[in-house]
């Protein structure tokens, strides 16, 4: 690991060591079957095996119940945005969509064009430094759906306690899947792009619930369907091999670890730690309100912009890099997914510390 450094971005992200090196070996000669993994039919039995493992894993660790089926999608999260409501809105009903940043913005765009939306909360006018708790809500119960982002990438917020709502809850985990045990049955869709916590870019992980894949208007296209690759089991079409096969090994290494139970206490003792570090100082001021700090995306500012950019030039020399905030709101952002090691946050406190003390 001597050629490593402390990597902080935001997605594509940090990957287990130890899955870059199995897959490295892999993409040559996968199981000593003499083809690389990339290499081979998704209808070989060898890639079989791997998608059906990726997704018992996944199941297995994510306690997937038998009515969801877990499906892997191409396209990116953003596709998403477009597929939710092509499957479960039409022209003369009503979506309702929480707005809590970048990502949900996108998804209320998308939505726009099949049906009506109601934007049942907005954080914009602050910043988008905060989620809604539950008791902040009112949610129609005639909504075909209720849509939200668990985990706001770009401003560093996250839900502590979801929504509750008596339409189907759909939710963009992409950068907070499997970091946190959650009670799938109370959802009705979960989506996530990979390449946050739990692969490379490439895949999209779906998991739906069964009654919801019989709601899609006979006019949308084969490929956006979901039922199309339900009933296949994701293999309609040639899917993202790779990312399915490195999704299953981040899956094995996390269970591993002891599950997801294991990475959410590692999890919350990484953000604590930073989170400490902003508290303790009058230097350094957290972007999110407290209650809706993220776990996963810990974001915050200096006294002013020049001394970001040093910050993260200094950080950047001392092998601690990506931590540049996001071009729309600046600032520093440490991504700290389920694969980011304890010690580089441990690593990233000592050098605030010092930078404090030098610029302070
Ligand atoms: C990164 C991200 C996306 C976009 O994902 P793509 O796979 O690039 O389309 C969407 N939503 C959230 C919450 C994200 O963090």
């Known amino acids: 690991m001597a050629d490593r450094i402390y990597n902080f971005s935001a997605g594509p992200a940090t990957l287990p060591y130890e899955v870059l090196t199995q897959?490295?070996?892999?993409?040559?000669?996968?199981?000593?079957?003499?083809?690389?993994?990339?290499?081979?039919?998704?209808?070989?039995?060898?890639?079989?095996?791997?998608?059906?493992?990726?997704?018992?894993?996944?199941?297995?660790?994510?306690?997937?119940?038998?009515?969801?089926?877990?499906?892997?999608?191409?396209?990116?999260?953003?596709?998403?945005?477009a597929m939710v409501p092509m499957n479960l809105l039409s022209k003369g009903r009503t979506a309702t969509y929480l707005n809590?940043?970048?990502?949900?913005?996108?998804?209320?765009?998308?939505?726009?064009?099949?049906?009506?939306?109601?934007?049942?909360?907005?954080?914009?006018?602050?910043?988008?430094?905060?989620?809604?708790?539950?008791s902040d809500l009112t949610l129609p119960a005639d909504s075909e759906y209720t849509y939200f982002v668990s985990n706001n990438t770009i401003f560093g917020t996250q839900y502590h306690e979801f929504p509750v709502s008596d339409a189907p809850l759909v939710c963009d985990m992409s950068s907070d899947i499997m970091s946190r045990k959650i009670d799938v049955s109370s959802f009705g869709i979960i989506f996530a792009g990979a390449q946050k916590n739990i692969g490379p870019a490439g895949a999209t992980l779906v998991i739906i619930r069964d009654d919801l894949l019989s709601k899609t208007p006979d006019t949308v296209p084969t490929m956006f369907k979901y039922s199309t690759?339900?009933?296949?089991?994701?293999?309609?079409?040639?899917?993202?091999?790779?990312?399915?096969?490195?999704?299953?090994?981040?899956?094995?290494?996390?269970?591993?670890?002891?599950?997801?139970?294991?990475?959410?206490?590692l999890n919350r003792?990484?953000?604590?730690?930073?989170?400490?570090?902003?508290?303790?100082?009058?230097?350094?001021?957290?972007?999110?309100?407290?209650?809706?700090?993220?776990?996963?995306?810990?974001?915050?500012?200096?006294?002013?912009?020049?001394?970001?950019?040093?910050?993260?030039?200094?950080?950047t020399s001392r092998e601690l890099n990506g931590l540049k905030g996001h071009r729309s709101v600046g600032g520093v952002r440490a991504s700290i997914y389920n694969a980011?090691?304890?010690?580089?946050?441990?690593?990233?406190?000592?050098?605030?510390?010092?930078?404090?003390?030098?610029?302070?």
């Open 100 to 134: 809590t940043g970048v990502w949900s913005k996108k998804a209320i765009k998308e939505a726009g064009l099949f049906g009506n939306v109601n934007v049942a909360y907005t954080s914009e006018e602050s910043g988008f430094d905060h989620v809604p708790a539950p």
């Open 23 to 81: 897959a490295a070996k892999d993409i040559v000669n996968f199981n000593n079957t003499g083809i690389g993994l990339i290499e081979m039919s998704h209808r070989s039995k060898e890639f079989m095996a791997v998608a059906e493992e990726a997704e018992s894993l996944v199941r297995e660790l994510f306690s997937v119940p038998d009515n969801y089926k877990v499906l892997f999608l191409q396209g990116g999260a953003s596709t998403q945005f």
């Open 340 to 360: 980011f090691p304890r010690e580089g946050v441990e690593t990233l406190v000592e050098f605030m510390k010092e930078f404090e003390k030098n610029n302070g």
């Open 269 to 315: 003792e990484k953000a604590a730690l930073l989170y400490q570090t902003i508290d303790d100082s009058q230097f350094y001021k957290g972007h999110a309100r407290t209650a809706s700090r993220s776990f996963m995306n810990v974001t915050f500012n200096l006294p002013d912009p020049d001394l970001e950019t040093k910050f993260i030039q200094e950080a």
């Open 229 to 265: 690759h339900a009933d296949k089991g994701s293999m309609f079409n040639t899917p993202p091999c790779f990312a399915v096969y490195t999704i299953g090994l981040v899956m094995k290494w996390l269970k591993n670890l002891g599950g997801v139970d294991a990475i959410e206490k």
